[in-house]
């Protein structure tokens, strides 16, 4: 069966430091992999997806920035954080497009 | 732009009350809809998938509607415990695998 991992679960950093949250999924090749973050008050907002290796589509320009260094991690990066970034960052994945998408635990940032 | 709004944002209820749950959005050229719970503090967790050709979708004591041309679904939840206590996204799926989701709808069901 497949699985999504993320990491850490909870991250408290200071404004203007670097961020990495981690994604990976097991049992699975070649999936669509998603970044969205889930702001207090606001629905889920996409933020970036990716259909393979390297190719990452941005949806929301930003200081955050995604990389897909293997077929099935997705990394959400940043190198100055914002107070505006904390939030709950969430990873999901599917096979291909127009199925449902299979979301990970979650990271909750809260930037100070 | 599509944007898909959840009515009512909070709802409580008794325990064994059937309830409806309401989505609209405002471009009718989606793929699918889907519902989402979500616990608090907790990832998402797909309860149905319809495709736009579906007008329904059933899944034990859940069931969900589509109307495509007017813009709505609904997600009916029979004989509720308090362990549906959770919040429910709605969401919509445009070109390119992206998702729009509502607000949600925060649902309290009392013993």
């Known amino acids: 069966s497949q699985t999504i991992h993320q990491w850490p679960a909870t991250l408290v950093q200071p404004v203007g430091s670097p961020l990495s949250l981690e994604c990976t999924v097991e049992g699975t090749s070649n999936p669509n992999l998603y970044w969205y973050r889930q702001a207090a008050g606001r629905g889920l907002q996409l933020l970036f997806y990716s259909v393979g290796i390297g190719q990452i589509s941005s949806e929301v320009p930003q200081n955050l920035s995604a990389s897909r260094p293997q077929d099935r991690q997705f990394i959400l990066s940043s190198k100055k954080l914002l107070l505006s970034d904390s939030g709950f960052y969430l990873c999901?994945?599917?096979?291909?497009?127009?199925?449902?998408?299979?979301f990970g635990p979650g990271t909750r940032l809260l930037v100070l | 732009k599509q944007e898909v709004t959840q009515i009512p944002a909070a709802l409580s209820v008794p325990e064994g009350e059937n309830l409806v749950l309401n989505c609209s959005f405002t471009?009718?050229?989606?793929?699918?809809l889907q519902w989402f719970r979500q616990d608090p503090g907790k990832g998402l967790t797909s309860l149905l998938l319809?495709?736009?050709?579906?007008r329904e979708q059933t899944s034990g004591r859940l069931n969900a509607s589509l109307d495509k041309s007017s813009g709505r679904s609904t997600l009916y939840i029979a004989a509720s415990q308090p362990g549906d206590s959770a919040t429910y996204l709605c969401a919509v799926e445009t070109s390119g695998s992206r998702l729009t989701f509502g607000e949600g709808t925060q649902l309290t069901v009392n013993p």
């Open positions: 471009d009718s050229a989606i793929y699918n």
């Open positions: 319809i495709q736009s050709s579906q």
């Open positions: 999901a994945w599917n096979n291909r497009g127009r199925e449902t998408q299979y």
